[in-house]
Nanobody, 125 residues
Framework: QAQLVESGGGSVQAGGSLRLSCAVS????????MGWFRQAPGKEREGVAR????????DYADSVKGRFTISQDKIKNALYLQMNSLKPEDTAMYYC??????????????????WGQGTQVTVSS
């Protein structure tokens, strides 16, 4: 069973950068797709970015395109989210997620079966 542990959250001023990390157990041969989601207070959880672990194909939410980059390190069993040009509206709890098996992997909560506990990102203006 995949276990996910996020780190790297914190507080930063608008325009700054943060790099989130997700340590993944049972990686590579057990996961098919990995993603980052976020949830702001009073809002639904939304997909931010996802990567197919085999092909490396990525997808991003329109709100983060050009600013965020998802990447993986199969040797270190890790997933990353580089966040640049951060905005106050990026403030949220960020979650790492994994999908095992095949099928379509979209930026939708229902497409992922494994979740981390989250790491808080706060962007001040």
């Amino acid at each position: 069973q995949a276990q996910l542990v996020e780190s790297g959250g914190g507080s930063v001023q608008a325009g700054g950068s943060l790099r989130l990390s997700c340590a993944v157990s049972a990686y590579t041969y057990s996961t098919y797709c990995m993603g980052w989601f976020r949830q702001a207070p009073g809002k639904e959880r939304e997909g931010v970015a996802r990567i197919y672990t085999g092909s490396g194909s990525t997808d991003y939410a329109d709100s983060v395109k050009g600013r965020f980059t998802i990447s993986q390190d199969k040797i270190k069993n890790a997933l990353y989210l580089q966040m640049n040009s951060l905005k106050p509206e990026d403030t949220a709890m960020y979650y790492c997620a994994a999908r095992r098996g095949g099928g379509i992997c979209r930026l939708k909560e229902a497409d992922f079966g494994y979740w981390g506990q989250g790491t808080q990102v706060t962007v001040s203006s």
